[in-house]
């Protein structure tokens, strides 16, 4: 049904063949990961039962989720030694910056992320959500989990069993999680949904080593591969997101310095801790 709404609010510009037979194929692929998901095998049961173990960990109390943005320069990470948080794909990187590491990491972006940078993300010693079609290149640690997106926008409230809703963005992803988890508040800080690319959504584009969409230079090397955002499509599930949180009497706001993002309510990072 989302997926329905999602495709009436497209542009006509957007509705490609390459698009369409795209979407036909990941459901096509799709099918045997979800058998395999779906059925009592014992890394299945293994996987769920790990997921199913952060079912309200944190009820009650707020989160930050951390994305990757440039605006991460203008944040005094040592606030957050009292709260949780949420990292999303090369946050681990902070560590050598200012000794920072969340206490959770996700990523899900297979081309991108897991399959450039794959021995990073084998060898992160915090509990981690990655793409459940990747799992068998992992080691499969304790603190490896594997999360299946569902093929669908709409948002998920039992990551273990249904999966979690696609938005375009892993941080869609973490904002399920932190839900998932049972945070009463979140706060997004990072996400500053802009990037220095003119390239149609889904673009794949040679890095030169020297972006400055993240926090840190050289993010990419020089002959890796990133990919044009599709800010319209995250847009739409972040707003399904902030829905399924004000339905909860829950919390989600944006504290990102300086972003483009309007879908949650703004808020002064400083301004949430006691000075």
């Not at 698009?19 to 049961?45: M, N, S």
């Not at 290149?137 to 299946?148: A, L, M």
């Amino acid at each position: 049904m989302e997926n329905l709404k999602r495709l009436r609010t497209l542009k006509r510009t957007d509705i490609t063949a390459q698009r369409i037979l795209k979407a036909i194929w990941r459901r096509i692929k799709d099918v045997p990961e979800k058998i395999y998901w779906d059925f009592p095998f014992h890394f299945t049961v293994k996987n769920r039962a790990g997921i199913e173990k952060f079912k309200d960990i944190h009820k009650g109390k707020r989160c930050f989720i951390i994305a990757n943005g440039p605006s991460l320069k203008k944040i005094d990470f040592s606030l957050l030694k009292d709260d949780h948080s949420i990292g999303l794909n090369r946050i681990y990187m902070m560590k050598g910056q200012n000794g920072f590491m969340p206490d959770y990491l996700a990523c899900v972006d297979m081309q991108a992320q897991l399959l450039q940078f794959f021995d990073d993300y084998n060898n992160v010693e915090i509990d981690c959500f990655y793409n459940w079609e990747i799992r068998n290149k992992f080691k499969r640690s304790d603190n490896q989990h594997f999360v299946r997106d569902k093929l669908s926008p709409s948002f998920s409230t039992d990551l273990a069993r249904e999966g979690y809703g696609t938005g375009r963005s892993v941080t869609y992803l973490a904002i399920q999680l932190a839900y998932y988890m049972g945070f009463s508040e979140v706060y997004l800080i990072g996400k500053d949904h802009s990037y220095n690319t003119s390239e149609k959504t889904g673009t794949a584009i040679k890095s030169d080593g020297q972006e400055d969409n993240h926090f840190i230079k050289g993010y990419y090397k020089p002959g890796m591969k990133w990919f044009a955002p599709d800010l319209e499509t995250e847009e739409y599930a972040y707003r399904l997101a902030r829905t399924a949180f004000e339905n909860d009497g829950r919390i989600i706001k944006d504290a990102t310095i300086g972003g483009k993002l309007n879908v949650f309510e703004k808020v002064d990072y400083y301004s949430l801790f006691t000075k």
